[in-house]
């Protein structure tokens, strides 16, 4: 049983420190930025990989601090990733991060993390995430490319007609409910 309630964060609005350079650091980054090109990321290293470096140099929303931890980097912070190579440091991230109810990841430890990043399809508006619960991020990301072949490219133009039909749609929230309801149920294929 997977308890985890996912949300969608508009990471553009919202502060999150990423700690450590490295590989690690980078493929969250990555994974981050590929879904939300414009999230505001403070990434604080004593040193920045190339690929790192690479991916963040022309980013305006993401700022490259070097330099070792420090709890004065948590101020003003939504949100934690601990990606260091170091374990002791990264539980003390984990822990002044908590200490000020941040929520936090320490990448691949998933018994010290509040969240876990997840396998995201995007088909413009359409976004599905997808959590094994820690159990295996491969069939995640097997998943995510699975779900990235068979969901059409037409889904966008979809949701979009959908929006602009229900836009028309003059009477009350129930009236608008059925309606919609009626007009998408060849989607499911029964009822
Ligand atoms: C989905 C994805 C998103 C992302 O990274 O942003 C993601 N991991 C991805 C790939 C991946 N990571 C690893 C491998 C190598 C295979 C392997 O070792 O199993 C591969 C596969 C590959 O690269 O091919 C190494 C690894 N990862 C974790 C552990 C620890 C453990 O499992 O105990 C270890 C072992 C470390 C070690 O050996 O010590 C843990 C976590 N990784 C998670 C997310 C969270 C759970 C998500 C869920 O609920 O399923 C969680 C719990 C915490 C977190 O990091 O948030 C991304 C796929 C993106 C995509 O392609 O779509
Ligand atoms: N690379 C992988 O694919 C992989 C897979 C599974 C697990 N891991 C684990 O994940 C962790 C990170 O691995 P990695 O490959 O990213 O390591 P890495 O050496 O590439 O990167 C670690 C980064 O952390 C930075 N750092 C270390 N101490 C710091 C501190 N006190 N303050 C700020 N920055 C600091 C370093 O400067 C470096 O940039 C390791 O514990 C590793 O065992 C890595």
Do not use: W
């Not at 990301?141 to 007609?161: A, G, I, S, T």
């Amino acid at each position: 049983m997977n308890h985890l309630y996912p949300i969608f964060l508009k990471v553009h609005e919202l502060n999150i420190l990423l700690v450590g350079g490295g590989n690690v650091g980078t493929e969250k980054l990555e994974f981050l930025l590929k879904s939300s090109p414009e999230a505001q990321v403070t990434a604080v290293s004593k040193e920045f990989s190339q690929s790192f470096l690479d991916l963040a140099r022309d980013r305006k929303s993401v700022q490259m601090v070097e330099d070792s931890y420090d709890e004065k980097y948590l101020s003003s912070k939504h949100m934690v990733i601990a990606a260091t190579d170091d374990k002791e440091v990264n539980k003390q991230i984990r822990d002044e991060a908590k200490a000020r109810f941040l929520l936090v990841n320490v990448a691949d430890t998933p018994d010290l993390c509040d969240f876990y990043l997840g396998g995201i399809v995007t088909k413009g508006n359409l976004k599905v995430a997808i959590s094994t619960n820690g159990k295996s991020p491969t069939a995640a990301k097997r998943l995510r490319q699975l779900l990235e072949e068979v969901l059409p490219e037409e889904m966008d133009e979809l949701l979009d007609n959908l929006n602009a039909y229900r836009d028309t749609l003059k009477g009350d929230f129930e009236y608008k409910v059925k309606a919609m309801n009626k007009i998408t149920k060849g989607l499911v294929g029964k009822r």
